[in-house]
């Protein structure tokens, strides 16, 4: 049994939860120039719930104030391919890329 008491709190918490993150949401993904990594994915077969995938393959690349994610794999509900460029001009500026 829930009280009027306790559903005004969960409201309150919600609020404020909702304040946090658009507070930082705002803030955009800053990459150092001098950094440099690259990290790949390969796995023959992955369970998400109820999403079933195989052949799960993709690759992330950290270079020059960028970003590269190309993911592929194929799904009980079909194949898909991902591929993400996120370019972060200035601390206030960035280009996101998605096909």
Known sequence: ??????????IRNMEES???????????LDFPENLSLSLSLKADKL???????QEVQ??????????YCDFSTQTNMGDTRIQLLYKNQTSRRADIFLD
């Open 18 to 28: 909702r304040e946090a993150m658009a507070r930082d949401s705002a803030r955009l």
């Open 47 to 53: 369970n998400l719930y109820e999403f079933d995938m």
């Open 1 to 10: 049994m829930l009280n009027i008491e306790d559903i005004g709190e969960a």
């Open 58 to 67: 993709g690759s992330v690349s950290l270079r020059e104030r960028k970003a």
